[in-house]
C-alpha cells in the first residue's frame, strides 16, 4: 500500500501495515506459527529471528495499530496488563507517578499491589482537575498515567492539559485509550507521549483474543519500549495478532453502531424512574460533556449508571439481564453488564474505591452492536423483576 498517511481512518484500519503475500498473493496476513528462523550465516538473518524478538504477523499489527494512533512505533503484546507493566518498566525506585482516583481495578492492583513493593509511589487524585493534578506533582515524578474516559465512572480527562503538565515536570504522560479507541481519539495528537490499549477491547471487537498495545512516536521510547517486550516476553502469539488484525478492519463501522446504541440507551436511562445517576459523556448533563466534544469525534459505547440499590439488588439486577450477558470485560459486538464493586474493581479496598464514587449500586454497561430496542426491553425487565 502506498503512504498510509495519505487515507483515511476506515481505508487505513483495513490497510495499513498489510500487504498481499508476495509468494501466493494471499489477500490476508498470513498466521506466521513459528518459533525460530532459518539464518543465511550465523548472525545474518531476514529479520527475523526468534519469535518473541519478532514475527511477521505482529509486525503487520504492530504496524496497524501505529497508523491508526497517527504514531510511528507499534508494540504489541499479550494483555493489556502486560502493556501497561512495560511503561512502569521505564520506571526506578523512588519514581512517583500520578494517575486517577477511579482508574481501572486491575491497573490499581498493579500500581498498588506490584509495584509499590519496589519503592514506586502512587498519587491517585482528580484528573479532572488539572490544578489538582499539578499540585500533586513532585520532584520524583516520572509519568501521568491517564485513563480517559475513565473505567467505570466515564470522567473525562483533558490530555493536551496532562501532556502540559508533564512535560513541564520532565514526565512521561501515557494514556489509556481503551475505551475511546483511535476511531474516536487520539491522544499523540494532544501531546501525549504513549499510548496504551487492552486490544481484548473494541480494537479485537469479538471477545475472543486477549493483547494489549503500545504506541508513540519518539523513537528512543520506542527502543526502550522494545527492550522490556523482548526481556520480558508479554508478547501475543501470531493467532492472537491474526484476530486483532481481523478486529481493526471493521472497527469504524462497529464503533458507529456502538456509539449509537450507547447515546439511546443513556437518554432512556436518563429519564429512568429506577436511576439514579447516569455517567455517558454525551449527555449535555455530564460534566466533562464539553470537553469530550472537543477531544473526541464521538461519545463511545460504554455507559454507567447509579441505582438506588444495595450492593444485593444491584447484583440481583445484572444477573437477571438476558440480552446484556453478565460478564467483565467490555468493546464486543456483544452487550456486557457488570458490577464494579464485586467484578472489576473488586481489588480496590471498599472505602477507597466509596471515596473514588464507586458505590454499591453502580453498573456498567458496555453496549453492543444488537437492536437498541431489545437492549431497553432487557433493562426495563431486570429492573422491574429486582426493583418492582
Not at 173 to 188: K, S
Amino acid at each position: 500500500m502506498t503512504d498510509s498517511d495519505d487515507f483515511r481512518f476506515e481505508t487505513r484500519s483495513i490497510h495499513a501495515g498489510q500487504e498481499p503475500d508476495e509468494e501466493t498473493g494471499a489477500l490476508m496476513t498470513p498466521i506466521y506459527a513459528n518459533s525460530t528462523y532459518v539464518q543465511d550465516a550465523p548472525g545474518d538473518h531476514r529479520g527475523y529471528e526468534y519469535s518473541r524478538t519478532g514475527n511477521p504477523t505482529r509486525t503487520d499489527l504492530e504496524a496497524n495499530l501505529a497508523s491508526l494512533e497517527g504514531g510511528e512505533f507499534g508494540r504489541a503484546f499479550s494483555s493489556g496488563m502486560g502493556s501497561i507493566n512495560t511503561v512502569l518498566n521505564l520506571l526506578d525506585a523512588g519514581d512517583h507517578v500520578v494517575t486517577s482516583e477511579d482508574v481501572y481495578g486491575g491497573t490499581h492492583r498493579i500500581f498498588t499491589q506490584v509495584y509499590a513493593d519496589y519503592d514506586v509511589e502512587f498519587s491517585f487524585v482528580d484528573m479532572t482537575n488539572p490544578d489538582e493534578v499539578a499540585a500533586a506533582v513532585r520532584d520524583e515524578t516520572k509519568l501521568l498515567w491517564v485513563e480517559t474516559p475513565t473505567n467505570p465512572l466515564l470522567n473525562v480527562v483533558d490530555i493536551a492539559a496532562m501532556a502540559d503538565i508533564a512535560a513541564d515536570a520532565d514526565a512521561l504522560c501515557a494514556v489509556d485509550n481503551t475505551f475511546a479507541t483511535p476511531y474516536l481519539q487520539r491522544p499523540l495528537d494532544l501531546g501525549a507521549d504513549i499510548v496504551s490499549h487492552s486490544l481484548t477491547k473494541y480494537l479485537g471487537g469479538h471477545s475472543d483474543v486477549v493483547g494489549g498495545a503500545l504506541v508513540t512516536d519518539d523513537p528512543e521510547l520506542d527502543e526502550q519500549l522494545g527492550f522490556y517486550q523482548n526481556s520480558v516476553g508479554a508478547t501475543p502469539g501470531p493467532h492472537d495478532c491474526f484476530l486483532v488484525l481481523r478486529g481493526t478492519k471493521t472497527l469504524g463501522v462497529r464503533m458507529d453502531r456502538h456509539c449509537d446504541n450507547a447515546r439511546t440507551i443513556a437518554r432512556w436511562l436518563d429519564d429512568h424512574e429506577a436511576v439514579e445517576t447516569v455517567y455517558y459523556p454525551g449527555l449535555d448533563s455530564h460534566p466533562g460533556h464539553e470537553l469530550a466534544a472537543e477531544q473526541m469525534d464521538d461519545f463511545g459505547g460504554m455507559v454507567s449508571f447509579e441505582l438506588d440499590a444495595s450492593l444485593e439488588e444491584a447484583a440481583e439486577v445484572v444477573a437477571e439481564t438476558e440480552v446484556f450477558t453478565l460478564a467483565e470485560s467490555l468493546g464486543g459486538v456483544e452487550s456486557l453488564i457488570e458490577q464494579p464493586a464485586t467484578m472489576t474493581h473488586a481489588a480496590i479496598p471498599r472505602e477507597e474505591r466509596l471515596a473514588a464514587g464507586l458505590s454499591d449500586g453502580l453498573i456498567r454497561a458496555s453496549v453492543g452492536i444488537e437492536h437498541v430496542d431489545d437492549l431497553k426491553a432487557d433493562l426495563q425487565q431486570a429492573f422491574e423483576a429486582v426493583l418492582g
